[in-house]
């Protein structure tokens, strides 16, 4: 299996744009997770979808931030509109049942 | 609400020396996890501990688990520089939820 797959790697926008990542779970996998990484906050955990079902989404932000999980092999974060403060690392990560979750490589998210 | 601590954030140690990072958690968890973060890259993972008492042992890292005390420790045996990284642990949020909240990080730096 490739892994979890994010893209895009990098996404630079202006401030008020949206902005759309995408995440594909490894195959199998029940549970999927965004987390967002910054320095200043660390590692957040945004949601997170069990069998694509939103389960707890009370790390979202605002209601600029807006998740979807139509099928079990495929996820989006979107943002809109975007701000600067939004600037920082998303991760997705997928597990199966109470295993290990496995992360993507991320996406770098520049708001200018 | 879950909380997640870990301590020290910061350590910088002599190859050839041992240390210990500890990772304390507020409520009732089964599941534990450690993961480790090159600088830029993503999430590895490197320890699941499902039980009280349990011990993994991989190369120069040990990790156990005191549910009992919410306490977990990461120990550092004889440490080299490919062991530099960024270490998280993760608590799963409750029973029978794959909802993980992670630790601050301890970032470690290995220096000859």
């Known amino acids: 299996d490739a892994g979890v797959i994010q893209s895009p790697r990098h996404e630079v926008t202006e401030m008020g744009q949206e902005v759309t990542l995408r995440c594909k779970p490894i195959s199998g996998h029940n549970s999927l997770f965004w987390y967002r990484q910054t320095m200043m906050r660390g590692l957040e955990l945004l949601i997170y979808?069990?069998?694509?079902?939103?389960?707890?989404d009370s790390g979202m932000p605002e209601d600029r931030f807006s998740a979807k999980m139509p099928n079990a092999s495929f996820s989006t974060l979107k943002i809109q509109p975007s701000e600067p403060r939004d600037s920082a690392v998303y991760f997705c990560?997928?597990?199966?049942?109470?295993?290990?979750?496995?992360f993507g490589q991320g996406t770098r998210l520049t708001v200018v | 609400e879950l909380k997640v601590e870990q301590n020290p954030l910061f350590l910088s140690m002599q190859e050839g020396k041992n240390y210990t990072i500890y990772c304390n958690y507020s409520?009732?968890?089964?599941?534990l996890y450690w993961y480790r973060q090159d600088p830029g890259k993503s999430l590895e993972s490197l320890f699941v501990?499902?039980?009280?008492?349990a011990v993994k042992q991989e190369g120069r890292l040990m990790a156990s688990l005191d549910t009992k005390a919410r306490l977990s420790t990461l120990h550092i045996t004889a440490a080299v520089h490919d062991l530099s990284a960024t270490y998280f642990c993760?608590?799963?949020?409750?029973?029978?939820?794959?909802?993980?909240?992670f630790g601050t990080g301890t970032r470690l730096q290995v220096f000859p």
């Open positions: 990560a997928s597990s199966l049942g109470q295993g290990r979750a496995f």
């Open positions: 979808f069990n069998n694509n079902v939103p389960i707890d």
């Open positions: 409520t009732t968890s089964d599941r």
């Open positions: 501990l499902l039980s009280n008492g």
């Open positions: 993760a608590v799963a949020g409750s029973y029978n939820t794959d909802k993980l909240i």
